[in-house]
T-cell receptor, first 113, second 107 residues
Framework: AQSVTQPDIHITVSEGASLELRCNYS??????LFWYVQSPGQGLQLLLK??????LVQGIKGFEAEFKRSQSSFNLRKPSVHWSDAAEYFC???????????FGKGTRLHILP | KAGVTQTPRYLIKTRGQQVTLSCSPI?????VSWYQQTPGQGLQFLFE???????NKGNFPGRFSGRQFSNSRSEMNVSTLELGDSALYLC??????FGPGTRLLVL
């Protein structure tokens, strides 16, 4: 069955520190992978997506993610976090650009000043 | 940049009532998907419409239905509301652009 696992429900990092949010997926075919961010009371904003090609994907707001097929992972990284990055982050997998996507449960990121 | 408008933004209903939510893709994209977000279940896929046809459906009861119009605007309807239907309902175009959502509270 298709699924997405985000092992960390909450993560706390200090402002200026590096960040890595983990995502593992289970999918029978070549997946389309996404990372979204959701601020309190808001909808979802797409940070980046991977469809094919270079396995290191650059996104908005200084985020990047690396697709590792052998590990079924698509971890999100940022070299230096800002207080405004505090939000909930969702990893998702789908079969195509317009197909339904399956979301992970999310990781809530807290930033220490 | 594509945008998505959802109306209303907030809604309070009572059990047994029905509700209709609207989603308008500003740029006229033909694919519209709906998702339900709750604290317990997270984000779950409801259904997807493409050129006025339902192309995909999630595991929700028949009380949840939707449709898409020729101008790509989409509506979803929930009949006989239950307390558990309280959620944030999000629509998306191309799985990439999400609207701000409609927050539904069922009392």
């Amino acid at each position: 069955a298709q699924s997405v696992t985000q092992p960390d429900i909450h993560i706390t990092v200090s402002e200026g520190a590096s960040l890595e949010l983990r995502c593992n997926y289970s999918y029978g075919a070549t997946p389309y992978l996404f990372w979204y961010v959701q601020s309190p009371g808001q909808g979802l904003q797409l940070l980046l997506k991977y469809f094919s090609g270079d396995t290191l994907v650059q996104g908005i707001k200084g985020f990047e993610a690396e697709f590792k097929r052998s590990q079924s992972s698509f971890n999100l990284r940022k070299p230096s976090v800002h207080w405004s990055d505090a939000a909930e982050y969702f990893c998702a997998v789908g079969a195509g650009r317009d197909d339904k996507i399956i979301f992970g449960k999310g990781t809530r990121l807290h930033i220490l000043p | 940049k594509a945008g998505v408008t959802q109306t209303p933004r907030y809604l309070i209903k009572t059990r047994g009532q029905q509700v209709t939510l609207s989603c308008s893709p500003i740029s006229g994209h033909r694919s519209v998907s709906w998702y339900q977000q709750t604290p317990g279940q997270g984000l779950q896929f409801l259904f997807e419409y493409f050129s006025e046809t339902q192309r995909n459906k999630g595991n929700f009861p028949g009380r949840f239905s939707g449709r898409q119009f020729s101008n790509s605007r989409s509506e979803m309807n929930v009949s006989t509301l239950e307390l558990g239907d309280s959620a944030l309902y999000l629509c998306a175009i191309q799985t990439q652009y999400f609207g701000p959502g409609t927050r539904l509270l069922v009392l």
